[in-house]
């Protein structure tokens, strides 16, 4: 509580989990989805002759593809090591802050990937 302000701040913990009964598949069905990891090294790349040429260099030593496919548990609630990833984290750690990725690595069960939250009691002013 912060009475100065009449504010409130907090954490919120996200969790998510697979609902097997209502869905109409598993955690072991198959996913392709676009390599958005190489997209995303190749975007950043694209103003500069030597990022391109180093990307395309990585890309060919890796044999990345436009796509990848793995589980549904890897894409959704695991993660999977990505070989760029790996790379960024030697070259670029301060923009490449996870080992893994996946739609919700390494946000479930994290109470710091939203952040603090800040907001007003309304004990000073109940319209804020």
Do not use: C
């Not at 676009?34 to 103003?47: C, F, K």
């Not at 990848?68 to 990505?82: P, Q």
Request: cysteine-free.
């Amino acid at each position: 509580w912060h009475n100065q302000n009449a504010s409130v701040s907090f954490r919120k913990k996200s969790v998510f989990y697979f609902d097997a009964d209502g869905s109409k598949g598993s955690l072991t069905d198959v996913v392709t989805q676009v390599n958005s990891v190489a997209h995303s090294a190749a975007r950043r790349a694209a103003d500069s002759w030597l990022g391109r040429v180093s990307v395309n260099m990585a890309i060919r030593m890796y044999d990345q593809r436009i796509t990848i496919t793995r589980s549904a548990d890897e894409w959704l609630f695991k993660g999977f090591e990505h070989p760029f990833i790996s790379l960024g984290k030697i070259i670029r750690p301060d923009d490449v802050p996870y080992t893994r990725i996946g739609f919700q690595y390494p946000r479930n069960g994290s109470s710091e990937f939203d952040g603090d939250i800040n907001m007003f009691t309304g004990a000073d002013d109940i319209s804020k």
